[in-house]
């Protein structure tokens, strides 16, 4: 594809929706992002100040998601409102915000498939757990995911670098950078069908592997135990996280070998950077919230402290 379709492309993908009143997706953005970033901090410090928290892995993992999540957010809402004013986007900022996107995204994926991973562990092997996993193990395993979810798109952003052309754009979208690169993006759907199956797979065989391990206990036979509540929650969420992923897989087939942009594109991909996205993000603080007792008891005391102060200093 030449570099003058890429341009084309953002013009047309702008015009489509300045055509069809698609900035109403910002408010749905908004909404879900600010939100979701006045609970995300408050449990991420939460994790962090207190000792108690900070050594158990989970929760460590849980604030690696927040963070993730809490710089995905602030991101995706950069882009939907550059993209529904549109203003033009000097490249160099764009590829930045694209990089910084598919980077977090993919950290908060895998983050949600260690966590399984690591409850498989804490429950298959409770007496050597510490041993198998430390807290120091688990905060290398940290910046691995980070250094892995990096990789992708640095590579990507090399190679972009190269071929793409320099002009500012109307719209900046993974997907139309995805789309500039026939080549590329056929080896990006093999990307997305290996990694998600796997994480899809060994999310599968640990829930698999618990309920066997589990079921001679007793927590399964309520039919509103708190195990049964748990895993329909959690099954729920990832299902959200996941989700996403794969439609943005499904609008990289429908735009491959295609040179205009159709209104159906344009739609799937605000529903997706605008709903899909954020609603898992959105769940996400409030569930851990309700499902550990420990974060819920110290948000409690956090929450008590400041009212007993504000109520002396008020006297």
């Not at 003058?4 to 749905?28: G, T």
């Amino acid at each position: 594809m030449s570099q003058s379709l890429i341009v084309n492309i953002s013009e047309e993908w702008a015009n489509i929706m300045n055509s069809r009143h698609m900035d109403l997706f910002l408010i749905p953005t908004v909404l879900l992002t600010s939100v979701t970033l006045l609970v995300n901090p408050v449990l991420f410090l939460c994790i962090l100040c207190f000792p108690s928290l900070r050594k158990e892995n989970r929760y460590l993992l849980l604030a690696n998601m927040l963070i993730a999540d809490v710089l995905f957010l602030t991101i995706n809402l950069t882009v939907v409102s550059c993209n529904t004013v549109g203003k033009d986007m000097h490249h160099i900022l764009c590829e930045f915000m694209l990089f910084s996107t598919v980077t977090t995204y993919s950290c908060s994926l895998l983050t949600v498939t260690l966590m399984v991973v690591d409850t498989y562990v804490a429950v298959r092997w409770p007496l050597r757990y510490n041993e198998i996993l430390p807290p120091c193990r688990a905060r290398k395993i940290i910046v691995a995911l980070w250094v892995l979810s990096a990789v992708c798109p640095m590579s990507l952003l090399v190679v972009f670098d190269v071929f793409i052309n320099k002009q500012s754009r109307r719209v900046c979208l993974v997907l139309i950078t995805l789309h500039s690169n026939q080549n590329v993006t056929t080896k990006i759907h093999l990307y997305f069908i290996i990694a998600v199956s796997l994480c899809t797979a060994l999310i599968v065989y640990c829930y698999v592997r618990l309920y066997i391990i589990t079921k001679t206990s007793g927590i399964w036979r309520n039919r509103y135990s708190r195990a049964r509540m748990t895993l329909l929650a959690h099954a729920l969420l990832l299902m959200m996280y996941f989700t996403p992923a794969l439609v943005f897989w499904v609008e990289l087939a429908l735009l491959q070998g295609h040179y205009t942009v159709s209104e159906a594109a344009v739609w799937i991909n605000l529903v997706n950077m605008s709903v899909l996205m954020l609603l898992p993000r959105f769940c996400t603080p409030y569930l851990y919230i309700l499902r550990y007792r420990e974060i819920y008891k110290t948000l409690q005391q956090v929450l008590w402290k400041k009212r007993h102060l504000g109520q002396i200093r008020a006297v």
